[in-house]
Structure formats: structure tokens, C-alpha cells
């Protein structure tokens, strides 16, 4: 238990449903993260949430959206996926952006069909 | 840019055996550095991080880490693997400070174990 939770552990879905990930830090971080984990490829960081301010990768397409309503909670928003985003997606916390290492929640497996 | 190499994509040793998984950096600055595991279907879990100080870091699960800054190197060493440390094994490099925001991962190393 690393005090990352997310949910759902799994999740299937096809190309038009929308869904949403979620993630919760119970250790008082400032910052939070979202990491795509493909097959064969390095750990992509997708969005970074510090102290509700949001940084992105401009190669995230627009079909995810996240949401970070306060420091201990972040979304990501799923619609109109395609099937290569099938992957892990994981979540991670820090206590700040720089000067410290981060913890990451067990992940959601996606599946696009 | 900082980037993380880990040359090895896969590793095989015996049980018992000495492991080391090897780690190469490029970091402008004075880097942080960490190793982490994931385990099939879960997170990655820090082993151990190296900020400053002492060049060699104990981690859990009995690893170290030496942090060489001539070889841009970071390996990971372990005396004795045991069965439970099949997983792969992911180097990474952190911002000192300013704008960078991110971990950097390398591409990762899979262990197996054999009996």
C-alpha cells in the first residue's frame, strides 16, 4: 500500500462509451501525475497536476481530459478512445515537483475494443 | 534534456545468484536518481533514490545503488536474488529544480529468476 489508490483496477470500453479514472493520495502531497505505461514503451507522463496547477504533454491527444478538483484527488476523463490507448494508466503523487521521488498507485488496465 | 538508459531489456540469473541491472543517465545538473519495481499488473514501487552524500544507497529488499557521476552510471546491485524478485525494474532520473516537472523513466529491465 503505497497511499495511492486508484480505481477501477480494470476497465473495459468501447471506442464511443466515456469513463473516467480516478485517483486519490492520502499523503499529504502537492502533486499528482498521470503516466501512460504501453507495452515495449518507456513510462509516457501525460499531465501534471502541482498545487492544482496543470502542466501537460502537448502529445496527449484531446480525448483525455483530466480533473483535479483539490490536492488529493485527480481524474482522468475518457472519451471516444481508440484502440492504442489500450495500456496501463497510472497514477502518482509527490510532495512537490522537483527534489523528491514520486509514489504511484497500482494502476488502471484499459482495455479499447 | 535528461534521458535514462538501461541497456538490458531482459535479464535471466539463478536464484542466489548476484544481480547487477545497469543505469546510465544524461542530467545537466545534479541529478536525482531512483530505482523502481513493478511487479506483473501493479505500480511501480520505489526501491531506493539517491540525492546526495554517500555514492552508495541501501534500498528495501536488500538492493544498493551506486551513483558513479564519471560514468553517468546508477546500477543496481543485489548479493543474492531470490525468487520474489522476478519483476522489472525501471531507472529513473528527477529534476534537482526548475521547470523540468517529471520524472524521466528508462525503458526498463526484466528480471527473471531461475530455481
Known amino acids: 500500500e503505497t497511499g495511492v489508490t486508484q480505481t477501477p483496477r480494470h476497465l473495459v470500453m468501447g471506442m464511443t462509451n466515456k469513463k473516467s479514472l480516478k485517483c486519490e493520495q492520502h499523503?499529504?502531497?502537492?502533486?499528482m501525475y498521470w503516466y501512460k505505461q504501453s507495452a515495449k514503451k518507456p513510462l509516457e507522463l501525460m499531465f501534471v497536476?502541482?498545487?492544482?496547477?496543470?502542466?501537460e504533454n502537448n502529445s496527449v491527444p484531446s480525448r483525455f481530459s483530466p480533473e483535479c478538483p483539490n490536492s488529493s484527488h485527480l481524474f482522468l476523463h475518457l472519451h471516444t478512445l481508440q484502440p492504442e490507448d489500450s495500456a496501463l494508466y497510472l497514477c502518482?503523487?509527490?510532495?512537490?515537483?522537483?527534489?523528491?521521488?514520486?509514489?504511484f498507485g497500482q494502476g488502471t488496465r484499459l482495455t479499447v475494443v | 534534456a535528461q534521458s535514462v538508459t538501461q541497456p538490458d531489456i531482459h535479464i535471466t540469473v539463478s536464484e542466489g545468484a548476484s544481480l547487477e541491472l545497469r543505469c546510465n543517465y544524461s542530467y545537466g545538473a545534479t541529478p536525482y536518481l531512483f530505482w523502481y519495481v513493478q511487479s506483473p499488473g501493479q505500480g511501480l514501487q520505489l526501491l531506493l533514490k539517491?540525492?546526495?552524500?554517500?555514492?552508495l544507497v541501501q534500498g528495501i529488499k536488500g538492493f544498493e545503488a551506486e551513483f558513479k557521476r564519471s560514468q553517468s552510471s546508477f546500477n543496481l546491485r543485489k548479493p543474492s536474488v531470490h525468487w520474489s524478485d522476478a519483476a522489472e525494474y525501471f531507472c529513473?532520473?528527477?529534476?534537482?529544480?526548475?521547470?523540468?516537472?517529471?520524472?524521466?523513466f528508462g525503458s526498463g529491465t526484466q528480471l527473471t529468476v531461475l530455481p
Open positions: 497536476y502541482s498545487l492544482e496547477e496543470r502542466v
Open positions: 499523503l499529504g502531497h502537492n502533486a
Open positions: 539517491y540525492f546526495s552524500g554517500d555514492t
Open positions: 502518482a503523487s509527490s510532495q512537490r515537483t522537483a527534489n523528491t521521488e514520486a509514489f
Open positions: 529513473a532520473v528527477g529534476p534537482f529544480a526548475g521547470s523540468a516537472r517529471q520524472l524521466t
